[in-house]
């Protein structure tokens, strides 16, 4: 049972524009998010969170979107840079279990 | 962020032989995990490493098999046993502050078992 549902395997954008990377999610219980990027022979690297009480949370070129309503959160990048190329994970876990839950991944990749 | 140094960051390794992964953190941290990350797939959490005490671990996953010590708040093993083709994955340690923040992540031990 996938709990966390990236439903896009890739993406391709053009540099300078926006890329909207999706993110599902089935268990009501999950109150906060996070969105890991992932360069190839690396570790993932935490990009943005944003907790449930909370539906938009902005850091730089990167906004996270939550609609709780819908089980559904969104990563935008605006604009999109080629350094932007990776693999974008979107976690999910619920208070007080320290337990997060990943989706499958979206490879991102930004066109000069 | 807590600097998170992974070994060996690769290796190769025969069926039936078992494989020791170290992971060192540059300061003291109190939640410490060990994911796996097979090929195509999720980051799926093996177990938690409790700081001296038995690891917690998830569904799917038992001591015998990934046994993992954890001596104090900077140091964790994993030990991937009596390995088979199946275990080719990549393992990684990960940290946490407390439940609502961030994990931060190793980079990352790729296992093939040949």
């Known amino acids: 049972d996938q709990q966390v549902k990236q439903n896009s395997p890739s993406l391709s954008v053009q540099e300078g524009r926006i890329s909207i990377l999706n993110c599902d999610y089935t268990?009501?219980?999950?109150?906060?998010f996070l969105w890991y990027k992932k360069y190839p022979a690396e570790g993932p690297t935490f990009l943005i969170s944003?907790?449930?009480?909370?539906d938009k949370n902005e850091d730089g070129r990167f906004t996270v979107f939550l609609n709780k309503s819908a089980k559904h959160l969104s990563l935008h990048i605006v604009p999109s840079q080629p350094g932007d190329s990776a693999v974008y994970f979107c976690a999910a876990s619920e208070s007080g279990t320290y337990k997060y839950i990943f989706g499958t991944g979206t490879r991102l990749k930004v066109l000069a | 962020s807590a600097v998170i140094s992974q070994k060996p960051s690769r290796d190769i390794c025969q069926r039936g032989t078992s494989l020791t992964i170290q992971c060192q953190v540059d300061s003291q941290v109190t939640m410490m995990f060990w994911y796996r990350q097979q090929p195509g797939q999720s980051l799926t959490l093996i177990a938690t490493?409790?700081?001296?005490?038995?690891?917690?671990?998830e569904s799917g996953f038992v001591i015998d098999k990934f046994p993992i010590s954890r001596p104090n708040l900077t140091f964790s093993t994993l030990t991937v046993s009596n390995m088979s083709p199946e275990d080719s994955s990549i393992y990684l340690c990960s940290v946490g502050r407390d439940n609502n923040s961030p994990l931060h992540f190793g980079n990352g031990t790729r296992l093939t078992v040949t």
């Open positions: 490493a409790n700081q001296g005490s038995e690891a917690t671990y």
């Open positions: 944003i907790s449930s009480i909370k």
């Open positions: 268990n009501s219980m999950f109150d906060y």
